[in-house]
């Protein structure tokens, strides 16, 4: 059998759509030269480092004992992170779908999964170390305990378990509402306590899932640079020591061979966590559940899990706040009165606050559109579309969902400062907005993708068929049909896009130049010298916009959007 | 109304298709020759995963074939994407745009087309009038019964006037009674509109009801073409004769030209081509024969139920199962579980296979 005439067809089919071609092609080089090559050059770097292929520089790293406890140390605070992520996230979860709970609880449910999108990625680790570090409110004032350290192990384990657990929530609780309630009636008719269903029906079926929630936190926080930085004081992880090694030792090909080392790390993860666990999550968790299901109510079991996640709750929404606040105390840890709002002023008198908002405002503005559209043309041709280069297109732009930022950052400084391969072509960028504004569209890339694709196969293959089929070339379906049919996904692609650059660090720092300032680097700085009221008025004012533009969103959802109709229809 | 009909001719088409499970190629279709005449009403019919709609999907565009060449009228369009073919498909989830009204839906391809504001108006209002929607055109689709939906989806092709229609199973999500008078009317559409039709279903009173020919398909393979009088009289295969309405097998070997052998009893038939001595399957229809004291075959009444219109039995004739529908049979004889009896018909009444 041969089926070469279909293939040779439908290639000629595509190439009478040249719009579709250039598309493709376009996209093939933006993914090969921002995504594909800063690791390969890694990687090559690591290995002919010195002009003669060799280990050396791999044999180099490895016996530094700061790397080899850097590893240790990442892998300790991962594991130990997605194993307290995933229980309070399916605490969380099933207290969501099983428990009745009164409508403040459920309220507060949401602001808490909703805190860590829009806030920058260090908040957390600011405020535990004014509540509880050394001069801490709570440990010096309210308990009286001096010299309380939150620096380190247990520092990093906390803020990033409250940073990452909400992840762990909504995919969980995505996955229980998607259990069939007559399989837990089943096993209770026959006799089941609810303690013995929940252990031998519901656990079972989620296993799968909760495998998948602890590797994608454990990834989440072996990637994570900006909390380690800010709280792990001298406990240094991969993310901080290869940042250290460029900014500190300025061992560039150290630092490649570490970089290395992290994104084998992280791609093990991922290929376990994405071929092997999801499907398996799919496989048992299939369907939707034949109808709703009955609540518990009894107060032995509501009682205790709701004080427990209220308490938790409360204590994040107290890390949070404390951000706010700590801005407003003259000096921290010393004076508390009167509130006042200098440490604002200061940012925007002293601090170049104008520039930096200025900067890092517009850098994400370029960049959000940018992601949102090549999200979902990504999307579109990877659900929609047949032809040879699709699959590369997938892997690649799922490939840097792997990826660490610090190690894409790495990877730009190796393949972009001395140009491509090191011969010049398009060293311009380097140091450039452009490049800012490239980093930024790949660290996002991955999730508008993401969203971007299940929105996607919810809508019926044949509506694009027909328009098609009634005269439509590619572009004509995709900007008059798939587009305004994802608007609400696109939408929120954009404005996450845009959160996710304005708050992002990991990449960034490394890639910076002076001539811009960055809101998230300013934070940094200041938390790094001790400055942590200035670093609370910077991040207020960031949670703000964030949390502004997340507003706007729904507001401009409600208004405009179609897709919500025709998802209450299904 | 159609610009101009076309005819189809499908020449030895195959498509390649590999199992998702075993990675094996297997031919979805294969060496499929067809010609559709201009002005004709076509269905495909057969069981699921026999080639239909692959078949179909070929002659939309949107898959390739593997073998072989589709023409359109004279033209070869196997290398032309759906948009530039001359063909206009009504799909079977409708496939309605959701964030466009109906006018905006039926004036879709109009608008690609580049027609001026009130040539475009005009048509669809005309369009819509024809499949019976007028004043429903600044609806959103949502707002429509399944009924008004497919109407929709056959007035959005039909507007383009096109060469060929083409329908992939559209009544399929209609329930039962709506889906009979829907029926009707896409038949009284098409001979209205004059245009040629090539319809997908899998189920046999559709295709009876509205076809001037069927193409009964089984696994990949065209296996009858001809009226629907010529595939339910004579069959080509037991296949078809099994799909095609319900069937009886009786297997024996030909005495002579016009006389089988059932059994051991003698049974007229109408002379076949095959030779004398050769084995041979008759095909009886359940309404083409009643029970009898007198016969063909003897039998033994294994059910016996009233159904109304008919009396249902199943008679056992030597090991074979023989299903009978004796139609009104209020003053007739009525035969009892475990009752002998004869099967009685006449040699007009059997195909032989």
Redo the contacts between chains.
Sequence with gaps: MARGQGAALDRKKLMADPIMVGTIVVLITFLTIFILYPLAILLVDSVVGDGSLSLSAFRRIFAMPTFTRAITNTLKVGFLVGILSTVVGLLFAYVEVYVKVGRVVGGLFKVVSMLPVVSPPFVLSLSMIMLFGKSGIITKFLLGIKDNSVYGFWGIVVVQALTFFPVCYMMLKGLLKNIDPSLEEAARDMGASRGKVFMTVTLPLLLPGLGNAFLVTFIESIADFANPMIIGGSYDTLATTIYLQITGAYDKVGAAAMAVVLLAITLVMFAVQKYYLEAKTAATLTGKASRGRMLIGERRVTLPLTILCALATIFVIMMYLCVPIGALFPTWGYKFTPLTFKWFGQVFTRYKGFQAFRDSFVLSLISAPITALLSMIISYLVVKRKFKAKGFIEAVSMLAMAVPGTVLGVGYIRGFSGGLFHTGLLQGIYGSAAILIIVFVVRSLPTGTRSGISALRQIDKSIEESAYDMGADSFKVFMTVTLPLIKDSFLSGLVTAFVRSITAISAIILLVTPQFLLITVQINEFAEKGSYSLACAFATILIIITYGSVLLMNLVMKFFGTSRKLKEDE | MAKEKKGVRLEHIS??YQDPKTKK?F?AVKDTSLTIEPGSFVTLLGPSGCGKTTTLRMI????????GEIYLGNEAI???????RD???V???Y?????YNIFDNVA??LK??KLDKETIKTKVMDILKLVGLEGMEGRMT?QLSGGQQQRV?LA??LV?EPGVLLFDEPLSNLDAKLRVSMRTEIRRIQQEAGITAIYVTHDQSEAMALSDQIIIMEKGVVAQIGTPQEVYYHPSNEFVADFIGEANFLRGTLVNADTADIGGHKVAVEASGQSAGSACTLVLRPESAVLGDAGQLPCKVVLSCFMGSYQNYHVMVGDTLVKITDFNPKSKKIYAVGDDAWVAFTKEDVHVL
């Design positions: 498509k390649i190629d031919y939309a565009g949107f898959e390739s074939p593997d073998e196997n290398a032309l994407t759906p948009n530039k063909t206009a498909m799909f079977q989830s496939a309605l745009l959701p964030h879709y391809g690609l087309r949502n989806a959005r092709a383009l």
